[in-house]
């Protein structure tokens, strides 16, 4: 969709295009408050500074739309867009039956250390990438993961809306 169109749905419409990018309601409510944008890069811009201040609950909540690495379904019953942006970001990632065990074992042990999925942007990684992150992460204190988790969801919501918004 064009920046203008975007600049003239109606809240329930714009607030949709947002939700796919990332559920977080303040982030959805300080852009939409700030529409009509300019230029892209001034609405990018919005995005990335909003997504600075979100707070831990916030995102905890936001997981809840992203599916664990190497599976198809989130915990939550996710949008036609969501799914095609889910797909798309891990439909790349190639792995063989070893590294899909990997993964999923490290799923579980980040899951176990840290109550919540493994959260990384996946776009541009390969498998074996994702695994290394993962196993890395995995020695991360909670307080770093936080931050860790926070990054990465920024970069997926980020990545969504340029893809949306172009």
Not at 47 to 53: G, K, S
Not at 103 to 122: M, P, S, T, V
Not at 128 to 138: K, V
Request: hydrophobic residues 40%; proline residues 2%.
């Amino acid at each position: 969709m064009q920046l203008e169109t975007f600049n003239q749905l109606n809240s329930v419409e714009a607030s949709q295009v947002l939700q796919n990018c990332v559920h977080i309601p303040t982030w959805m409510s300080e852009l939409l408050q700030q529409r009509p944008y300019q230029f892209k890069q001034q609405l990018y811009q919005a995005a990335l500074a909003q997504a600075q201040t979100w707070q831990w609950s916030e995102i905890y909540s936001a997981l809840a739309q992203h599916p664990r690495i190497g599976e198809k379904k989130a915990a939550a019953v996710l949008s036609e867009k969501e799914q095609q942006f889910s797909q798309r970001e891990q439909g790349q990632i190639q792995t063989d039956a070893v590294l899909q065990l990997a993964l999923y074992q490290g799923n579980l042990d980040y899951e176990h250390k840290f109550g919540h999925i493994f959260l990384i942007r996946a776009a541009g990684r390969s498998g074996q990438q994702i695994l290394s992150e993962l196993q890395r992460r995995l020695e991360n204190t909670v307080e770093q993961e936080q931050v860790e988790v926070k990054q990465q969801l920024s970069e997926i919501a980020l990545l969504r809306l340029q893809q949306e918004i172009q």
